[in-house]
Nanobody, 121 residues
Framework: QVQLVESGGGLAQPGGSLRLSCAASGNIFSIDAMAWYRQAPGKQRELVAA???????TYADSVKGRFTISRDNAKNTVYLGTDSLKVEDTAVYYC???????????????WGQGTQVTVPS
């Protein structure tokens, strides 16, 4: 199967930088898309940014112009970065991948374990 391993979360100051990484490993045939979601306390999980295998990107309005999503297809790794964090960015961030697997039909979805990002006021 597939594992999504996240790194880079933690504590950062308003106006500071954040760099999250998520590496996919396992019996992967191909990855159609990878994305970052986040969930703040008392709120629904929301899409932050997504990127396809052809590097087409989508951003939530709340992060557009501040966050950048990128992908290294050779390493099956997706990144999320910003140099202008806000207190409102505080949430648990989850990595997501949609992939085809070796020896299995259809498309499967996978989630990372989640990593806390805290931007204190």
């Amino acid at each position: 199967q597939v594992q999504l391993v996240e790194s880079g979360g933690g504590l950062a100051q308003p106006g500071g930088s954040l760099r999250l990484s998520c590496a996919a490993s396992g019996n992967i045939f191909s990855i159609d898309a990878m994305a970052w979601y986040r969930q703040a306390p008392g709120k629904q999980r929301e899409l932050v940014a997504a990127i396809t295998s052809s590097s087409s990107t989508t951003y939530a309005d709340s992060v557009k112009g501040r966050f950048t999503i990128s992908r290294d297809n050779a390493k099956n790794t997706v990144y999320l970065g910003t140099d202008s964090l806000k207190v409102e960015d505080t949430a648990v961030y989850y990595c997501y991948a949609r992939a085809e697997l070796i020896g299995l039909t259809g498309v499967h979805e996978f989630w990372g374990q989640g990593t806390q990002v805290t931007v204190p006021s």
